[in-house]
Nanobody, 120 residues
Framework: VQLQAFGGGSVQAGGSLSLSCTASGDSLSNYHMAWFRQAPGKEREFVGR????????YYTNSLRDRFAISRDNAKNTVYLQMNSLKSEDTATYYC??????????????WGQGTLVTVSS
């Protein structure tokens, strides 16, 4: 499967942004999906994950009140809705896929990343 993330850009603090991750080459319903981010000079950070059927969603604690992950398998797309953005949310955001039979939380496939810049 090939993943491509879209929707990054510049936004002012307090604003919202929605990212999309579209899959090609396979049905997204065959994968658990996750979002990660990496700020300049920092290590990659887990944002959240969603199960293959969308029934189970988990977020890192610090983001659960502002971020929401959803998916539309019919459109082969996973979404990350980000609200009340802060300057510290500035990062490149990546989507990643874990096969249903793969090791839990081991994401074999990665998108190319989309940059989000939040200005204060």
């Amino acid at each position: 499967v090939q993943l491509q993330a879209f929707g990054g850009g510049s936004v002012q603090a307090g604003g919202s942004l929605s990212l999309s991750c579209t899959a090609s080459g396979d049905s997204l319903s065959n994968y658990h999906m996750a979002w990660f981010r990496q700020a300049p000079g920092k290590e990659r950070e887990f944002v959240g994950r969603i199960s293959a059927n969308g029934g189970d969603v988990y977020y890192t604690n610090s983001l659960r009140d502002r971020f929401a992950i959803s998916r539309d398998n019919a459109k082969n797309t996973v979404y990350l809705q980000m609200n009340s953005l802060k300057s510290e949310d500035t990062a490149t955001y990546y989507c990643a896929a874990q096969t249903l039979r793969g090791m839990p939380y081991q994401y074999r496939y990665w998108g190319q990343g989309t940059l989000v810049t939040v200005s204060s």
